[in-house]
């Protein structure tokens, strides 16, 4: 199975601060790569596909780049309702894998 | 819109089977792939197991052997059996569609089921 690894595991910041998560791959998975929102009781939201390409609906302050095996999830201005964990997940193979989630807590 | 609603048991034995069931709420299952993945308390996410309605299915080979998948597409629903449960299988387990640019981007997911296993 591709092994995703992200850090950091939980970030604290405050509203308007910029964060970034990074997300890298066990091996080369091109962009075939997301980035997901899980809030408890919540469905699972997804955010990103294709590495850089925006769900609709998902505010533009929310961007992904990357490819290969380095990828990375940026908030560009943090809003209330972003506190949340996110996670990347790859689609390369028959067995899509999760990293460990990055928690992004009120500071 | 469409949604995903979810059910089935919470508090469970060991040995017992786990069944949870997903319907496609203003929608139907077309051609989709239909998943289960799940989230331990630890917070990492699994992948179970997926389906559609022509009745294909793959499955996690980690769990290949407990995992039993169905669809019945007269409900719009489908489900999945885990059975000889043990505290591992202690999760959060979501359904989910698969996009149609990629099965394995999940577009939409349920609210989640809280499963626990305990003597």
New interface residues.
Partial sequence: DIQMTQSPSAVSGSVGDRITITCRASQHIRT?L?W?Q?KP??????LI??ASSL?SGVPSRFSGSGSGTDFTLTISSLQPEDFA?Y?C?Q?DS?????G??TKVEIE | QVQLQQWGAGLMKPSETLSLTCVVDGGSLGTSWWFWIRQFPGKGLEYIGQMKSSGSSIYNPSLKSRVTLSIDTSKNHFSLRLNSVTAADTAVYYCARGDHSNTYYFDLWGQGTLVAVSS
């Fill in positions: 075939w997301a997901y899980l009781g919540r469905a699972p939201k997804l596909n294709g769900q964990t996670y997940q689609a028959f067995i899509p894998t999760f460990g989630g």
